[in-house]
């Protein structure tokens, strides 16, 4: 590192979550190893204050004059519970640990750790430290304001400040950090840095859930290498969330990163790590192969309420599957599932709306890992009414109801009634006709029918007005036409049954017998 003057650094630190994180831990000890063999009564001197509602001291400049004790205090701080008063935990600083009348003119640095929005003003108390002629360094994580920061640390805020989106980046910031620390504490920075880094990452094999790679040493007394390895968005942005991290030592030049995702786009650091630091790092890119995916997914039968789909199975062994399906449109977290064994090679969904288009996706399951899906659009069939309705008149109070029947339905409803009373009537049938009977003359009606499938589902209505008029007195009339015969004439009336030739609604003189 180098050599400076007498120094007093503060570690002041809030976390909101439920513990202290490993990473904050390590983040903070990371800064303090590079100076851990100059800690001493006339060296650098380290505090540590975490505050949250209140301001808790964990250790000051003269609890710990020895590096390893210092390390190892800071590797075992345990969370303090409260909110974020960032504004409070300033001020303490100023006033318990640079206050001017305790204060050696010595560089004094505080290093603020916060992952988290002030609830309180940060502007005064800021001022006061930079009064003071502290060095204040800014570090956020997460849901930090950038803004904020930049108020709190010193000039230029860029130099200063520092941000991160997820607890397991901090450890990045070091090489950022420690040499601004470095030199204004007033030391000479020998940044590990200037020997060269790891390169030339190879990839020397794939498989859907293992990438395998090595890679050129880097230079330097290394300690060893901190590789990473982190999943790629659509877009070619890092899941953070998904990053893992594994350290190996400094003789080893190859690794296998294993328990990957299939069909992924993998980013791949590898850091050099020196006994006080990071250096310089490498990246690669490469994607893991693709599970095989079923064959020939396909619609078998489309019904009214359900939807039968068969696929041919994977080239792969596979432990079963999984079936996801819903409306188009419809939100992942809205879909239906199901679970299939292995030896599935079709099935049938029901309870589905008529008339719709559903999206099925069928997963394909490994032992450690699925396939990209298969995905099927189809439609179920649309519910129709019945066609060719007639009404006939049977006889002065009946009429016979006959339609033509659509597929699928159990059975049809029909309900009539005077067109402008209220006096209805129904009837279930599973025939393609039925007879209205004990209706009025003269009267209009109105018919209609609802075609009935599986549950209580109802197809559209089709409907008929009928009317039956009122038929004539018959008039028989007799003539003797000798003295042992009689001819007899009469008028009748057209309803379903009468002779061919007899027009619907006429009428015509019926031929005169004679009778002798």
């Known amino acids: 590192m180098g050599t400076w003057f007498f120094t007093v650094t503060v570690l002041l630190f809030s976390m909101k979550q439920a513990k202290l994180r490993a990473g904050v831990k390590g983040f903070m000890a990371g800064i303090v190893k590079p100076f851990a063999n100059f800690v001493s009564e006339t060296g650098i001197r380290f505090g540590a204050i975490q505050y949250s509602d209140t301001s808790r001291v964990e250790f000051t400049f003269t609890t710990y004059l020895d590096g390893t004790d210092l390390v190892n205090a800071v590797e075992s701080l345990n969370y303090k519970g409260g909110n974020t008063r960032t504004g409070a935990g300033l001020k303490f600083v100023a006033d318990n640990f640079f206050n001017p009348a305790s204060s050696r003119d010595v560089p004094k640095i505080t290093i603020l750790i916060t992952d988290g929005k002030s609830q309180d003003s940060v502007q005064e108390p800021a001022q006061k430290l930079h009064s003071q002629g502290v060095h204040v360094f800014a570090v956020g994580i997460k849901k930090a304001d950038r803004s904020e920061l930049s108020q709190i640390s010193s000039q230029p805020s860029s130099d200063f400040t520092s941000f991160v989106g997820d607890f397991k980046l901090l450890n990045t910031l070091l090489p950022l950090v420690s040499p601004q620390l470095c030199t204004k504490a007033g030391g000479v920075y020998a940044s590990d840095e200037a020997f060269s880094g790891p390169s030339n990452i190879q990839f020397t094999g794939q498989t859907s859930d293992t990438l395998r790679f090595r890679w050129s040493a880097a230079g330097g007394p290394l300690s060893g290498y901190v590789i990473q390895y982190v999943p790629l968005s659509g877009l070619g942005q890092p899941i953070t969330a998904d990053m893992r991290q594994d350290t190996v030592p400094a003789s080893q030049r190859t690794f296998s990163a294993r328990e990957l995702r299939s069909g992924t786009d993998y980013l791949v650091t590898i850091i050099a790590q020196y006994p006080n630091s990071l250096g310089e790092s490498a990246s690669a890119k490469q994607r893991t192969r693709s599970l095989p995916g079923v064959t020939s997914l396909r619609l078998a039968q489309a019904g009214f309420f359900s939807l039968a789909v068969d696929w041919g199975q994977p080239s792969t062994p596979v432990q079963g599957y999984k079936l996801t399906y819903g409306p188009r449109g419809q939100p992942a977290a809205q879909l239906l599932e ?73 059975a049809y409803r029909l309900v009539w009634g005077p067109f402008t009373g209220r006096n209805v009537e129904t009837v279930e049938v599973t025939e393609e006709f039925h007879t209205l009977s004990r209706l009025q003359a003269d009267a209009e009606y109105i018919v209609s029918i609802f075609p009935l499938y599986e549950g209580i589902n109802e197809g559209p209505v089709a409907t008929a007005r009928f009317k039956i008029e009122r038929q004539e007195q018959q008039v028989l009339r007799a003539a003797i036409t000798a003295p042992s015969t009689i001819r007899l004439t009469w008028r009748s009336f057209c309803h379903p049954g009468v002779p061919p030739g007899v027009e619907g609604g006429g009428r015509r003189p019926n031929p005169e017998p004679d009778l002798s």
């Open 338 to 410: 199901r679970s299939l064994p292995a030896d599935s090679t079709s099935v049938t969904l029901e309870s589905l709306k008529p008339d719709t288009e559903y999206v099925v996706s069928l997963h394909p399951l490994f032992p450690r890992n699925s396939a990209s899906p298969s995905i099927l659009n189809a439609r179920t069939l649309r519910l129709e009414a019945v066609e060719q309705l007639s009404v006939e008149t049977e006889s002065e109070g009946s009429v016979r109801v006959r339609w033509r029947g659509v597929r699928g339905a159990r």
